[in-house]
Each structure stands twice: as structure tokens, then as C-alpha cells.
């Protein structure tokens, strides 16, 4: 039954997009042991930022309180499903469980169509819509050694 209770603040925070202007109609929280760490509401257009969205915002401000990049012990709940870059921000941050509220279907019908980035994803670089060119370095080898060689590194 909790699980309600923080979907509620996570689509609250989406009903607060709308009625200031300040982003489009999502929300996100970051739950830990049953409370609240990370709250964030979408931004895009207010702070001039496409990736402002509310659960890159939402994982943002719980990193920043709990002083750690990754949230293995959290939930994160969101008023929609998440986009492939929100999807790979949860993924990179390792929560324990994400919950959403409406889908992806649901928020193409809406004008937010989230399908072509999930086509362009499975494509080869060079035959994706945005050119996208790999230019070699003999340097990219060395970097990637001396992080493997890294002693005192922090994985992630």
C-alpha cells in the first residue's frame, strides 16, 4: 500500500509541472526505507536542459542528499514510464526497484513519442537519423589501460 502513497507525490509532482508552466506533465521520486530522498518534477524548458527530466532530476537530488552516485538501496517512482536516456540514468544509479505510472503508449498519445530514439538505439552508428561517426584514436587504448591499471579508482 505504500507504493500508492509515493506514486501519489510522484504524479503530484507532474500535476505542479502544469499548473506553473514550469516543464511538461512528469514526476519522479527516490524512495529510501520508506521515505523520501530525491524529488524532481520535468524542467526541459524551464532551465533550458533536455535532459532536465523528472527522473534525472529525482536521482540528481537524492545523490546530491545522500552523497553517493549510485541508490541500490532505493525505489524510484515515476508518473510515466520512463525514455531510453531516463531508463539508462536508472539503470547507472542501480535502485532496487522502479515503478511507474502511465506508459510509453500512453505518452506518445499525448505528443511525447519516445519511438524513434528506441529504433535509433538498435541501429549501427553511421545508419542512424543524427550522423553519428566514429573518428579512431590510437589514444582511446591507452586510456582505458591506465583505467583498468587504476589503483585507487572507484568503479562504477
Request: aromatic share 10%; proline share 6%.
Amino acid at each position: 500500500m505504500y507504493q500508492e502513497i509515493f506514486m501519489e507525490e510522484a504524479l503530484s509532482l507532474a500535476f505542479q509541472c502544469l499548473e506553473t508552466g514550469k516543464g511538461g506533465p512528469f514526476g519522479a521520486v527516490v524512495v529510501k526505507n520508506g521515505e523520501i530522498v530525491g524529488r524532481g518534477a520535468n524542467g526541459v524548458t524551464v532551465n533550458n536542459d533536455p535532459t532536465a527530466h523528472a527522473e534525472v532530476m529525482a536521482i540528481r537530488n537524492a545523490c546530491r542528499k545522500l552523497n553517493t552516485f549510485q541508490l541500490p538501496d532505493c525505489e524510484i517512482y515515476s508518473s510515466c514510464e520512463p525514455c531510453p536516456m531516463c531508463l539508462g540514468a536508472i539503470y547507472w544509479a542501480r535502485p532496487k526497484v522502479l515503478y511507474f505510472a502511465a506508459s510509453r503508449k500512453d505518452a506518445a498519445a499525448a505528443g511525447f513519442d519516445d519511438s524513434l530514439i528506441y529504433d535509433e538505439i538498435d541501429k549501427e552508428p553511421a545508419a542512424r537519423k543524427i550522423p553519428t561517426l566514429q573518428i579512431p584514436n590510437p589514444k582511446t587504448d591507452s586510456i582505458f589501460k591506465a583505467w583498468v591499471e587504476l589503483r585507487d579508482k572507484i568503479e562504477y
